[in-house]
């Protein structure tokens, strides 16, 4: 498989959430794998590199909108194209 088109440089930090300031919906025709730690995760909804952190979203938790509630871990945040 040749790919012929460029991938987009992945920006510092990014959202999945589509009401978020840092959503950018072309990043996410390609799919985009998340390690922290040097583990992949696969739950991440937002990330930044820069600062070292992702948001995930907890298991039962909700706020008042009815989404679940994000925490924060850190550590060592890559960020690639599979």
């Known amino acids: ?3 012929t088109k460029s991938l ?3 920006p510092d930090r990014l ?7 840092h959503h ?3 990043f996410f025709e390609n799919e985009i794998g ?3 730690n040097d ?10 590199i820069s600062e070292g952190w992702v948001k995930v979203p907890s298991h039962k ?11 924060t871990m850190k550590g060592k ?6």
Not at 77 to 82: A, L, M, N, R, T
Request: aromatic fraction near 8%.
């Open 61 to 71: 938790a909700l706020d008042r909108r009815g989404q679940p509630l994000l925490m």
């Open 34 to 36: 998340i390690k922290l």
């Open 39 to 48: 583990k992949e995760r696969f739950d991440v909804e937002e990330y930044c």
């Open 1 to 3: 498989m040749t790919d």
């Open 77 to 82: 945040v890559e960020v690639f194209y599979k």
């Open 24 to 26: 950018v919906a072309e």
């Open 8 to 10: 987009p440089a992945l």
């Open 15 to 21: 959202s999945v959430n589509p009401r978020s300031p």
